[in-house]
């Protein structure tokens, strides 16, 4: 009766259920079957010597990597290596999608394989052994942290080659710490590093054909009403391969208002003349320095992260990463189709159509339609308001806020935001139609 209940779980959970990024047949990456009944043997006696000495730093080992789901450590990890350098949140959210949907696909994998060998925990098997963490009552076969950990450290020497031997210490020792705890047999760490690790090759090869390498051969346009400037940002970005959209234009608005038209003069008078309260001032720097600008994935990541160790919504390791990479993934698409828009239009900004406008702070170096702030905060409030309905209205008002912040500041049109959320919310519905088996 356990075994049936153990197979139902696993079959109707996050990962029994789950759809793959990359991989199209589950089956044919599961690892092979677990050690004899012997090996299992000597390896439970490897498990009580490793019990009986554990000591201060092995405990404190212990209690890193066993702090929320497997990817939260490996997403912070990821982010201290973003947050050195001056990533723009195109760039990150492109390394961020790659590590969470790497990580996702293997505890697919290997999730389908715990319930094809049904292996017993340790302490299951050995009523003398004493696990120092709580063990999920599932099979252990192959163990989901030393799945993340293969995953993601291949994914992050891939992206920083010159950290590779860090986060080859960081998965021996993430997935080491399973062994300590008497969580984990020492095979199902070995079959979980080795799993992560082919999965993550598999998305490493669709990251070769993402275009995201390929230089603009394009131009700014001299044309009077038109988006003029030096170095513009990223006008590459647009052409991007998506992760879920058919096409980098598939979501494009319709054209944005004609600089000279009644509607544009109506909302270049909005911005001229919006009331820059206090509030208003605050927000619009916030958005800005602190949440926005070249840093807003480390805003909405952190929204997800909170909400994963304080609501335990999302409390097993299959669910977390099927969170993560959802987010990231929004978060990219959202980011390709914005600037897919904005550089097809290449749309004036206020301050370029009337010098009178004066901006809160210095105009970011691209097309003004439509907002990248409205893009990623409706596209990432979508998801994240559907993996955690209780804070739904928490979500939306940050984004609507991050929105606003931008004709508050200056530098957007009411057309802008209007298109920015319509766009990621476009997006983010598609990521949830995802989740849900209903296809690409």
Not at 62 to 79: C, E, F, K, N, V
Request: aromatic share 8%; net charge positive.
């Amino acid at each position: 009766m356990r075994a049936l209940l153990i197979s139902l779980l696993l079959l109707s959970g996050p990962a029994g259920g789950s759809p793959t990024w990359v991989i199209e047949r589950v089956s044919a990456l599961r690892p092979g079957p677990p050690p004899s009944r012997a090996a299992t043997e000597t390896e439970l006696a490897e498990l009580r010597l490793l019990a009986a000495g554990r000591d201060a730093a092995a405990r404190e080992t212990i209690a890193y990597w066993d702090t929320g789901p497997p990817s939260y450590r490996w997403h912070q990890l990821a982010m201290a290596a973003l947050l050195e350098g001056p990533a723009y949140t195109h760039a990150a959210v492109r390394h961020l999608a790659l590590l969470h949907v790497a990580i996702h696909d293997a505890m697919v994998v290997a999730w389908h394989a715990k319930h094809a060998y049904r292996r017993s925990p340790p302490a299951q098997a050995d009523r003398r052994l004493r696990a120092a963490v709580a063990v999920p009552p599932t099979p252990s076969y192959p163990a989901e942290h030393a799945v993340a950990a293969g995953a993601a450290a291949t994914i992050l020497v891939y992206l920083h080659p010159e950290r590779g031997a860090f986060y080859r210490e960081r998965a021996e020792e993430a997935s080491r710490s399973r062994l300590l705890a008497g969580a984990s047999y020492p095979s199902d760490s070995a079959a979980g590093l080795a799993l992560g690790g082919v999965v993550a090759s598999r998305v490493i090869e669709r990251r070769l054909t993402d275009g995201s390498e390929a230089p603009w051969t394009g131009r700014v346009p001299d044309e009077a009403g038109r988006w003029s400037g030096e170095r513009p940002v990223l006008p590459q970005a647009g052409q991007w391969r998506p992760w879920l959209l058919a096409r980098s234009d598939e979501l494009r608005p319709a054209p944005p208002p004609s600089p000279d038209s009644a509607s544009m003069a109506a909302e270049l008078e909005e911005v001229r003349t919006v009331e820059r309260t206090p509030r208003r001032v605050e927000a619009a720097l916030f958005w800005e320095y602190a949440a926005g600008g070249t840093r807003s994935y480390r805003f909405w990541n952190d929204q997800l992260g909170r909400a994963l160790l304080e609501g335990r919504a999302y409390p097993d390791a299959s669910g977390a990463a099927r969170a993560y990479a959802m987010l990231n993934v929004a978060l990219y698409d959202a980011a390709v189709a914005c600037w897919e828009a904005k550089y097809t239009y290449w749309a004036i900004r206020p301050m370029q159509l009337d010098p009178r406008v004066r901006p809160l702070f210095t105009t970011p170096s691209h097309p003004s339609y439509p907002s990248g702030h409205s893009c990623f905060g409706a596209a990432a409030a979508s998801v994240l308001a559907h993996l955690f309905p209780r804070e739904a209205t928490v979500f939306e008002a940050l984004a609507s806020e991050a929105s606003e912040s931008r004709l508050w500041a200056g530098i957007h049109f009411r057309s802008d935001l209007d298109a920015g959320r319509a766009l990621g919310r476009a997006v983010g519905q598609r990521v949830i139609d995802w989740s849900r088996g209903r296809g690409r």
